[in-house]
C-alpha cells in the first residue's frame, strides 16, 4: 500500500474501460494505489479484448487506426485522471501516465508535438507524458517539462540512462513554475529473466541482477536531491512459480519512490505483512555484485543496450498489432 511516511507511492499498473470506471476507483478510495500507470503493450491488450470500446469504435468507423486508438485511450486516460484528481490536489501524486507513439522513439520533435497534443485532448493537469529514455528522447522529456507537463521517463535500463533523464528533466523544470514532476522509470525483471539461465550455469546467485542494477539505479538518482524527480521501479512482475509475485515490490521498497505493478501483484502485496524498507543499498555491496558479474565474462553495457532493444521492439509490435486490428 501507499506509505506516505517514507514517501513510498504505489501505481497501478493497467488500464480497461471497465476497470477504470468500477474496481479503480475502490482501490483509490482505500488509499492502496495513489496513481496508475499505462504502456503500448497495456492498451493493446485491453482495446483488442475488451467489450467495452466496441460502442465508441462503433462511431469512429471513418477514423485512421491512428486516430481510432487516441480517441479510446484518451478517454481511458481522461476518466483515470479525473477518478485520480482529488490525490493530485493534496500533493499525493494522482498521476496517469499516457505514452508517445513508440514509433518517435528515435524523433525528437515529434515526441514534443505528439505530447502537447494528448496532454491538451485529454485536459487533466494529472497527467504524464511517457517517453522512451533514448537519445532523441531526453531533449524531448526537457522540452515538454519546460512547457508544464509532468513526463515519465520509461525504458531505462542503464544508469547512463538514468543520469541523462536527471540532467533532461532537471533542466526542464527550470524554465517553467508550474507544478511538474518527473519520474524514471527503471525496469527490473526483464534482466533475470534474460540472464538468469547464464547465471545459474557460473554458480552465480539468480533473481538478483534486476535488483541490484534498480538499486544502483535508485542511488543515482537520488543523488540529485531534487524532490520532484523520483525512481519509478517498473516491470516488476515474476515469471514462474520460484518467486512469489510481490518479490521485486518487497526487495525495492525505498523512501522517495513509486513502484508500478500489475493487479496481480498488488493483489498478493496486500496479503504480506508490511516490511522495512530495503533501500538504499549501499554503493559498495552494489558495485560488488556487478564486479563479480565482470568477473565471470558478463558485460553489463551489452546486455542494457540488448534490453532497451528489445523494449523498443515490443513496444512497437504492440503498437503496430493493436493499430493493425483497428483497421
Known amino acids: 500500500m501507499v506509505d506516505r511516511e517514507i514517501g513510498f507511492s504505489l501505481w ?60 479510446l485511450a484518451i478517454e481511458d486516460i481522461k476518466t483515470a485522471a479525473q477518478a485520480l484528481r482529488p490525490l493530485y490536489d493534496e500533493g499525493n501524486d494522482g498521476y496517469i501516465s499516457i505514452e508517445v507513439d513508440p514509433f518517435l522513439s528515435n524523433d525528437t520533435q515529434g515526441t514534443i508535438e505528439e505530447g502537447k497534443r494528448l496532454f491538451a485532448a485529454i485536459g487533466e493537469p494529472n497527467v504524464m507524458v511517457k517517453v522512451p529514455a533514448t537519445n532523441a528522447g531526453y531533449d524531448a522529456m526537457g522540452a515538454l517539462l519546460a512547457e508544464g507537463i509532468s513526463v515519465n521517463a520509461t525504458l531505462i535500463f542503464s544508469p547512463t540512462q538514468a543520469q541523462r533523464c536527471v540532467k533532461a528533466m532537471e533542466k526542464g523544470m527550470e524554465q517553467t513554475d508550474k507544478k511538474v514532476d518527473g519520474v524514471i522509470s527503471v525496469f527490473v525483471s526483464r534482466f533475470d529473466r534474460m540472464l538468469d539461465d547464464d547465471l545459474a550455469q557460473n554458480g552465480i546467485d539468480t533473481n538478483l541482477t534486476g535488483i541490484y542494477n534498480a538499486a544502483k539505479v535508485y542511488n543515482l538518482i537520488e543523488k540529485s536531491q531534487n524532490p520532484h524527480i523520483r525512481t519509478l521501479f517498473a516491470s516488476t512482475g515474476v515469471k514462474g512459480d520460484d518467486l512469489p509475485p510481490y518479490h521485486y515490490m518487497r526487495e525495492l521498497l525505498a523512501p522517495h519512490s513509486v513502484n508500478t505493478a500489475p493487479l496481480a501483484t498488488i493483489e498478493s502485496w496486500l496479503k504480506v505483512k508490511p516490511t522495512p524498507p530495503k533501500l538504499p543499498m549501499e554503493d559498495a555491496v552494489i558495485n560488488g555484485y556487478f564486479t563479480k558479474l565482470s568477473d565471470n565474462g558478463f558485460d553489463m553495457d551489452a546486455v542494457y543496450d540488448t534490453l532497451l532493444n528489445e523494449g523498443l521492439e515490443a513496444f512497437e509490435k504492440a503498437f503496430a498489432q493493436m493499430l493493425e486490428s483497428l483497421k
Do not use: C, H, M, W
Open 12 to 71: 497501478l499498473d493497467f488500464v480497461e474501460r471497465d476497470y477504470l470506471k468500477n474496481e479503480f476507483g475502490t482501490l483509490i478510495k482505500n488509499g492502496i494505489i495513489n496513481g496508475a500507470t499505462s504502456n503500448p503493450a497495456i492498451f493493446a491488450s485491453a482495446i483488442t479484448t475488451s467489450p467495452a470500446y466496441k460502442e465508441q469504435l462503433e462511431s469512429l468507423a471513418d477514423k485512421s487506426p491512428k486516430e481510432k486508438y487516441e480517441a
